[in-house]
């Protein structure tokens, strides 16, 4: 059946794949008392209880129950078996935007009659308590009369999943779409977080590549929470302007939704015609999501697929750009991070940074322990000036050959400390590491 070709439920017969993840695959079908062409999302509840995403798909499914906009895709119905969700949504027949654009860029007009349609759906969803945090082409869908849906709430936040703050604190999202305060890591306003997605799309829909593109990730991250942006030749002077506003690296002068509604490039030539308006739609009847996994099946399993200690703990490119303290962030964000660590880039293998580190204490006469695989301990064998030297080094995995690792000390006398980083550490080390940080 989930080749295709098959029924559902006595209720849909399932035509060709539309697209598949991990724990997803997704099917155009059709309604066989209606006729109607529906997309169904088969989810795998086995997998999704494995790797702890049960809370995740529980609030996609609140939050596609809750919105209800011309603009973003409808959830129909959620169906379930013991082993499947079925997810039964709205079928964009244009497929994603992102296709359009994968060809070049747009005409300004086109471009935006998508942005009008974005904002729309955007703050609706805002005015719901809905963040998406995942905006870009790739979920954007379009219908058979070329109009924009927004999809995948995957990743999507509900107002009340906000700290005490206020803020969000859950660092998601494409890395070339996220807002800076997002990568900086000390919480976001899940609105502004938006707008600056829906701001690259602008840009990338009108100039056809990335504002902030680099080949290097690193650099990359760097360029967006920096925020400098160059324009096309191409680009008029008010939708520059515009997104200016929109891409403020500060998220508290950042431009707000009524603000580029009102903005002179998103309003030109709008009528009646151009408004999208919201009517009241019967919502379907209230659906317990918990009830789709079970009674307590979720828990245990949840638990059994917690991470095993010998593994190196994973560090991604939103935790590099926190740490650094090559970015002066302090005309942006509240509080600079004063910590002393040393911090190195490199790529190899955790085996040869290990052996690497284990020649320097062997030549240094220091003690070696070894916490577990990513956690090296250092201590001198007799005291100095104040007391014995001792320090760590922790190795994080970015991706695979990849690795960012930090060391600092935990006693000993400071002067000594870095004699030893300045003399021996980092010359037995240089061929190996490709950035320093610190020290």
């Not at 989930?2 to 991990?22: T, W």
């Not at 560090?315 to 970015?327: G, H, K, Q, R």
Request: proline share 3%.
């Amino acid at each position: 059946m989930e080749n295709g070709g098959g029924v559902l439920m006595d209720r849909y017969e399932l035509g060709r794949l539309l697209g598949q993840g991990a724990f997803a695959k997704v099917y155009q079908a059709r309604n066989i008392s209606t006729g109607m062409e529906v997309a169904i999302k088969m989810i795998n509840k086995e997998y999704v209880l494995k790797v702890g995403m049960r809370d995740q798909i529980k609030r996609e499914i609140q939050v596609m129950k809750l919105i209800r906009h011309p603009h973003v895709v409808e959830l129909y119905e959620v169906m379930a078996t013991k082993t499947k969700i079925y997810l039964v949504m709205e079928f964009a027949k244009g497929g994603e935007l992102f296709n359009k654009v994968a060809k070049g860029k747009l005409k300004e007009d086109v471009a935006r009659r998508y942005f009008r349609q974005l904002i729309a759906a955007v703050d609706y969803c805002h005015s719901r308590g809905v963040f998406h945090r995942d905006l870009k082409p790739e979920n954007l869908l379009l219908d058979e009369n070329g109009n924009l849906k927004v999809s995948d709430f995957g990743l999507s936040a509900l107002a009340e999943s906000k700290h005490e703050d206020g803020l969000l604190h859950t660092t998601c999202g494409t890395e070339a779409y996220v807002a800076p305060e997002v990568i900086n890591r000390r919480g976001y306003n899940g609105s502004k977080a938006d707008i600056w997605s829906c701001g690259v799309i602008l840009y990338v829909l009108l100039a056809g590549r990335l504002p902030f593109f680099d080949t290097n990730r690193v650099q990359m991250l760097l360029k967006i929470v920096k925020g400098e942006v160059k324009f096309p030749e191409w680009f008029a002077r008010d939708v520059c302007r515009l997104l200016l506003k929109i891409l403020d690296p500060n998220p508290n002068r950042r431009i707000s939704m009524t603000k580029i509604m009102e903005s002179s490039w998103f309003r030109k030539g709008l009528d009646s015609r151009n408004i999208c308006i919201v009517r009241e739609v019967k919502e379907p009847p209230p659906l317990d999501a918990d009830e789709l996994f079970g009674p307590d099946e979720g828990e245990n399993s949840i638990t059994e697929s917690k991470q095993e200690p010998s593994r190196l703990s994973n560090l991604n490119a939103f935790d590099i750009i926190s740490y650094s303290p090559v970015l002066d962030l302090s005309g942006l964000f509240v509080g600079v991070d004063q910590r002393k660590e040393v911090r190195f880039m490199v790529n190899k293998p955790a085996s040869t940074i290990i052996s690497k580190l284990e020649d320097i204490a062997k030549r240094l006469r220091l003690k070696v322990t070894k916490k577990d695989a990513g956690l090296m301990k250092f201590e001198g064998m007799k005291a100095g000036r104040k007391g014995v030297l001792a320090f760590d080094a922790e190795i994080f995995e970015i991706i695979q050959a990849f690795h960012w690792v930090e060391m600092k000390k935990s006693s000993g006398d400071t002067m000594e400390y870095q004699k030893v980083l300045k003399e021996e550490i980092r010359p037995a080390l240089q061929d190996i590491v490709l950035t320093w940080q610190g020290g």
